[in-house]
């Protein structure tokens, strides 16, 4: 039968607040972690990385921070504007036999009201 | 410019038809992948390549099959094995160097009648 689509997470905010957008992983091995913003109908956008080494870094108004022992991510968006509303993935990264494998979660929607 | 292109844009084939979708890249980079994404999910990986006549299975692999006879080039075939083929497909490239980020093409939607 036909498969029901999910319903992604969202989170809506007023314009001008700060924005947290969090995401748990699965694997204790991955060791880079990439956030990336994606609006309709178009591919997804590359924000801002982190390495496991790290626990926090800042771009231009985002912040990610890494808590390793817990394997959560989260994305913090200050002073957020009508054009961040977007779906919202956290992606791991593992360097397998391979080659480089990127997996994504599942996304959050972003809605910023006016 | 540089960067990825996924043609076309919109797709429309009969069910039990394969169908190819394009991606092409000018970044020279040597990694390559594909994604499908369904309303509302995250994106699944279905192949990916690091070089030049050599892939891999991602997750989802059943159904599709990738060449890789170019460093710019990584077609994505959706058989008609494929059992619900319709879906936002996406392709994407990188270095090969760890911890690097991948960059995506415009997509491709594919609906199947």
């Known amino acids: 039968g036909e498969s029901v689509g999910l319903h992604l997470p969202t989170l809506s905010v007023q314009e001008g607040d700060n924005s947290i957008i969090n995401c748990a992983y699965s694997?204790?091995?991955?060791?880079?972690f990439i956030w990336y913003k994606q609006e309709s109908g178009k591919g997804p956008q590359f924000i801002i990385d982190i390495r496991s080494n790290m626990d926090k870094r800042q771009g231009q108004r985002v912040t990610v921070l890494l808590n390793k022992t817990v394997k959560h991510l989260s994305l913090q968006i200050a002073a957020t504007q009508p054009g961040d509303s977007a779906v919202y993935f956290c992606?791991?990264?593992?360097?397998?036999?391979?080659?480089?494998?990127?997996?994504f979660g599942t996304g959050t929607q972003l809605k910023v009201e006016l | 410019d540089g960067g990825i292109t996924q043609s076309p844009k919109y797709l429309f084939r009969k069910e039990g038809q394969n169908v190819t979708l394009s991606c092409e890249q000018n970044l020279n980079h040597d990694a390559m992948y594909w994604y499908r994404q369904d309303p509302g999910q995250g994106l699944r990986l279905i192949y990916y390549s690091q070089i030049v006549n050599d892939f891999q299975k991602g997750d989802i692999a059943e159904g599709y099959s990738v060449s890789r006879e170019k460093k710019e080039s990584f077609p994505l075939t959706v058989t008609s094995a494929q059992k619900n083929p319709t879906a936002f497909y996406l392709c994407a490239s990188s270095i090969v160097q760890a911890n690097t980020e991948a960059f995506f093409g415009q997509g491709t939607r594919l609906t199947v009648v």
């Open positions: 694997n204790s091995a991955s060791d880079y």
């Open positions: 992606a791991e990264n593992r360097v397998t036999g391979g080659g480089n494998k990127l997996t």
